[in-house]
């Protein structure tokens, strides 16, 4: 905690999740990754991150509604992604 704590005192918010997602990489937690870097603003490298969950079948179940991709649905990606894994639009 007190890391957490010296990156969000150096950093802030954005910091801490970028410390996050660094773990989530290393763990090959794709579908996660993907979350942080769209809430980061980081679309195309979500794009990446989603592409790498749908090929090993990684939580794809929450893409649909998952929040932490709001700001990917406007995306036409986000679109083909969807019918990709054979969800309704």
Do not use: C
């Amino acid at each position: 905690m007190a890391e957490i704590g010296a990156v969000f005192e150096k950093s802030g918010h954005k910091g801490v999740m970028r410390e996050f997602l660094k773990e989530l990489e290393a763990a090959h937690e794709y579908y996660y990754a993907a979350g942080y870097k769209a809430m980061l603003g980081e679309k195309d490298s979500a794009f990446t991150a989603l592409e790498q969950a749908f090929a090993v079948g990684s939580d794809l179940d929450k893409f649909k509604t998952d929040a932490a991709l709001d700001n990917l649905r406007s995306d036409r990606r986000y679109v083909n992604l969807l019918r990709r894994i054979g969800q309704p639009q």
